[in-house]
């Protein structure tokens, strides 16, 4: 293949994973990964809202997570995934140890697997509940940065794609109480919005 067009695939891809997976997981981490955060949230009298709003970005990131997870073997298609690119490497050693990395991953996400394709991609009866993200997402996260990165080197595309684990969004000077409470009064201004709107 064409190194400009795996560059632009790999490009693609990348900014798949930064908006749908790493940007989510950032402000979900931000707001409920500490006790201070959390018992503001729950002091929130429209519980319901939190709740959805909680599931839907973890449901949200494991879909991502999985999407750049999946096999390219068996499709037609071209899917922009860490095996897609790992197909395209020209040496079979370094097919072998991107695939190791890979697996790696798939095994620490398997629980995520499972809940995504019995209650997100369908609706089996025997699946009960909500999987909600846990510390293991931030290692699969890490992990898959790590892979991205090693492709650049690899691959020799340019290396201010490269993505740092402790970057991303950046929240001004704000403490972690100050986010979470600005993030509860932007909903009550939405809230009372379609309050009116509907009146």
């Known amino acids: 293949m064409d190194i400009n067009e795996l560059e632009n695939n790999f490009q693609k891809c990348l900014n798949d994973f930064f908006n749908k997976v790493y940007r989510q997981w950032y402000i979900y981490n931000y707001l409920f990964s500490s006790k201070e955060n959390v018992e503001i949230l729950n ?7 939190m709740t959805l ?25 071209i899917n922009l995934t860490l095996h897609y690119f790992k197909q395209n490497l020209s040496k079979d050693t370094e097919k072998k140890i991107f695939g190791n990395k890979i697996k ?46 090693d492709y650049i080197e690899i691959f020799n595309f340019n290396e201010n794609k490269k993505l740092c684990f402790d970057g991303g969004i ?16 932007d909903i009550n201004s939405l809230t009372n919005k379609s309050h009116i709107y509907k009146s």
Request: aromatic share 10%; hydrophobic share 35%; net charge negative.
């Open 104 to 149: 790696e991953i798939e095994v620490k996400f398997e629980k995520y697997k499972e809940y995504r394709h019995k209650k997100l991609g369908h609706s089996a009866a025997e699946y009960n509940g909500n999987i909600l993200i846990d510390e293991d997402i931030e290692i699969i996260i890490k992990k898959i940065i790590e892979i991205f990165n």
């Open 170 to 185: 950046k929240f001004e000077n704000k403490f972690g109480k100050d986010i979470v409470n600005d993030f509860i009064e």
């Open 43 to 49: 002091s929130y009298e429209n519980k319901i809202i």
């Open 53 to 77: 709003f909680q599931n839907s970005v973890s449901d949200s990131i494991i879909l991502g997570i999985q999407r750049i997870l999946d096999d390219t073997k068996n499709s037609k298609k």
